[in-house]
């Protein structure tokens, strides 16, 4: 007998592959998501996939540009900046947070994240970097110990993946997760934030001026552009 996939199942099974390739880049900016034509690719009802794609957009993902037209989204400089910001506000904290509080078991877990960040870099593996660089930032976020920090930044977080996806200077953000990690783990509280807010800072130019070219990525986000 066959057993039958509980709707929700579908639901999440849907959203998540669909998450998967706006971030992975096989759904780009602008192109369309139609239900008939995602039910039948994924073999399901259109009911789960009108249920996913009203998921993705209270992510963030999609928007409706008619009632029956929607969309990937396109990322605005606005987009990026706002998003930054919100990093730059709660990381920064969490770093000097963890730096105080991390235990030799949590400091060994980041050390491993790293070494697997080091080889998904070495392979060139952009979606296995992603995915481990994303994970190292969520195990500081654990290691501040202060679950609200942990919480504030879940709605967005899959944006941000999306959007770091996008920033291809693998090397360079392994040399910083490196950097951060050894600021932890000194105990120092202020070193950890100023590394840090390097990172984030560092992350956002680099971000941005893929998106959006070089002119764009010239200031850290809360800060106006020079005249």
């Known amino acids: 007998m066959t057993k039958i996939e509980p709707l929700g199942a579908v639901r999440e099974r849907v959203t998540s592959e669909l998450r998967r390739q706006i971030i992975a880049g096989s759904l780009l900016p602008g192109d369309r998501l139609v239900e008939r034509e995602l039910a039948e690719r994924f073999g399901v009802s259109r009911v789960p996939v009108r249920e996913a794609i009203r998921a993705l957009v209270a992510e963030g993902f999609v928007h409706f540009e008619t009632p029956?037209?929607?969309?990937?989204?396109?990322?605005?400089?606005t987009d990026v900046k706002e998003l930054f910001e919100l990093r730059e506000a709660l990381e920064v904290y969490a770093a000097g947070l963890a730096a105080s509080r991390a235990t030799p078991e949590d400091l060994a877990a980041v050390r491993e994240l790293i070494d697997r960040a080091a080889a998904a870099t070495e392979a060139g593996?952009?979606?296995?970097?992603?995915?481990?660089?994303?994970?190292?930032?969520?195990?500081?976020m654990a290691m501040a110990g202060n679950s609200l920090l942990s919480e504030a930044l879940e709605p967005v977080a899959w944006r941000l993946r999306w959007m770091t996806r996008r920033n291809e200077e693998w090397p360079q953000l392994l040399v910083e997760h490196r950097e951060l990690y050894e600021a932890i783990a000194s105990g120092d509280p202020d070193r950890a934030r100023a590394h840090a807010l390097t990172h984030v800072r560092t992350n956002y130019r680099s971000t941005v001026r893929h998106l959006?070219?070089?002119?764009?990525?010239?200031?850290p986000p809360g800060e106006e552009a020079a005249p």
């Open 212 to 219: 959006f070219g070089e002119e764009a990525a010239q200031w």
């Open 68 to 77: 029956r037209r929607t969309v990937v989204r396109r990322l605005t400089p």
């Open 125 to 140: 593996d952009a979606e296995a970097i992603t995915d481990v660089n994303s994970r190292l930032h969520d195990r500081i």
